[in-house]
């Protein structure tokens, strides 16, 4: 069965800082990997997916993912943070194009 | 453009009563997903429909838990006799078929409180 391990529960950074979101899967065949947010109130939204190609990936907001097949982990990067970048953030492993295995998330927190 | 609706946003109820949830996908989307998220953890899958077809339901899912989608529009989440630990936030997604690349659409969910 596919599974996700997210890590760390827990990241605070500064404003401006660069952040690195860890994310481990487990799954058999190729996967198809995708990087969701979630903040107060607000439904959960995509960052970014990968399915193949080039293993570097860019979404919205300036985010951008890291797909290395060698150590099952898809990170999730970006370069500067802002205060609104505070969410939760959750790593999910497609099987196949229908249903998506979540991780338990990454709560981020930005200092000023 | 609208997304993906669900009603009520928060249900309060006695242990042993039944709820119903609605959702709305998108339109165009023709798989709907039904999800459950407890504080601290990441969405577990319940089921998924194909246009009204049910095409897999988690082991997650008791007796008690039941989803219908009649007209491949929109879905309905219903849970008989409610149990304090069925308190949790239920989420609908919802997505392409042909074409589809994976992406889900979900709503803002559903808060059922169980008292």
């Known amino acids: 069965a596919q599974s996700v391990t997210q890590p760390d529960i827990h990241i605070t950074v500064s404003e401006g800082a660069s952040l690195e979101l860890r994310c481990n899967y487990s799954?058999?065949?190729?996967?198809?990997l995708f990087w969701y947010v979630q903040s107060p109130g607000q439904g959960l939204q995509l960052l970014l997916k990968?399915?193949?190609?080039?293993?570097l990936v860019q979404g919205i907001k300036g985010f951008e993912a890291e797909f290395k097949r060698s150590q099952s982990s898809f990170n999730l990067r970006k370069p500067s943070v802002h205060w609104s970048d505070a969410a939760e953030y959750f790593c999910?492993?497609?099987?196949?194009?229908?249903?998506?295995?979540f991780g338990d998330g990454t709560t981020l927190t930005v200092k000023p | 453009d609208t997304g993906v609706s669900q009603d009520p946003r928060h249900k309060i109820t006695k242990r042993g009563q039944n709820v119903t949830f609605r959702c709305d996908p998108i339109?165009?989307?023709?798989?709907l997903y039904w999800y459950r998220q407890t504080l601290g953890q990441g969405p577990e899958f319940l089921t998924y429909?194909?246009?009204?077809?049910?095409?897999?339901k988690s082991r997650l899912l008791s007796d008690r838990f039941s989803a219908e989608r009649p007209k491949g529009s929109f879905s309905t989440l219903e849970i008989q006799r409610t149990e304090q630990g069925d308190s949790a936030m239920y989420l609908c997604?919802?997505?392409?078929?042909?074409?589809?690349?994976?992406?889900?659409?979900f709503g803002e969910g559903s808060r059922l409180t169980v008292l």
């Open positions: 997604a919802s997505s392409l078929g042909l074409g589809n690349t994976g992406e889900l659409f």
């Open positions: 799954y058999g065949a190729t996967p198809y």
């Open positions: 990968y399915f193949s190609g080039d293993t």
């Open positions: 999910a492993v497609g099987e196949g194009l229908s249903k998506s295995t």
């Open positions: 339109s165009e989307h023709n798989r």
């Open positions: 429909f194909q246009n009204e077809a049910q095409l897999e």
